[in-house]
């Protein structure tokens, strides 16, 4: 079982989150956090964002990823989208 947890942040206070599950095992680490990233803009109502080098490297070390309006094409209304892998 995959399972990603999705904050939004604006300051210290968290707005919205939810947790994706996926559990189809045809599927490879990388394609269950796209699919799992896909389904978090779908349900915040935000553009997919944008993979830099740093946000690529925290994920690797940490399993838990920042973006904020650097990593976003739209006009973002909080300070930062947090992904956090929680089960795998």
């Known amino acids: 079982m995959f399972r990603l ?3 939004i942040f604006k300051g210290t206070k968290m707005l919205k ?6 559990s189809d095992e045809s599927l490879n680490r990388t ?3 796209f699919a799992a990233i896909d389904t978090v803009c779908k349900e915040f109502d935000l553009s997919t964002p944008i993979w830099l080098e740093n ?3 925290d994920f690797k070390r940490y399993d838990k990823v920042r973006f ?3 990593n976003f094409i ?6 930062y989208l947090e ?3 929680i089960e795998e």
């Open 31 to 33: 394609k269950k956090i």
């Open 5 to 7: 947890w999705a904050k």
């Open 68 to 70: 904020n309006s650097d």
């Open 17 to 22: 989150d939810m947790v994706v599950e996926n």
């Open 74 to 79: 739209d006009s973002i209304d909080f300070d």
């Open 83 to 85: 992904l956090h892998v």
């Open 55 to 57: 946000n690529i490297r």
